[in-house]
């Protein structure tokens, strides 16, 4: 299904260049990695809420893809949010900074292989924590599709807030 979803991510998009939505991507990653972490401070955290936080990091991640061509892939290797995210999505934005200045947006050949396995290790990530509270990444697929699809028919796919 995932596939898919990085494909369809691009109908709910609504960037106006390939630069914005990279910078976008990269700056959701981790804005929603972090109201999740935040979330998960709370004594008795709103599971409804942090799956949908969920859903909102991967789609980010998915558009990733989806712009710039790499595949999201899993990568079998065992990565969790407490320990590994942090340093996860920060070498990615690392990576990107360096394609940005040098490569102009673009992931070449050259740097494929280490963008590859950053994002594929953010996405096993997500699938690891999706597990640990038992719940099935392709059901947090489809409700962000859901919840997407609502808002995009409501012309409300920008601004911010659960409540558009």
Known sequence: MIRDYVIWTDTTAGYDSREKAITCCLLGISGEFGEYNISMLNDNPDMEALKKEMGDILWYLAHLSFVTGVPLVEMGDEVSFDDDGYQLITSLHEKFKKIVRDDNYIVTEEKMPEVQVLMGLIYTMIINE????????????????????????????????DNR
């Open 130 to 161: 999706c597990g640990w509270y038992y719940w099935d990444i392709e059901d947090i697929m489809r409700a962000n599709m859901a919840k997407l699809e609502s808002r995009k028919e409501r012309g409300v796919i920008g601004g911010s807030g």
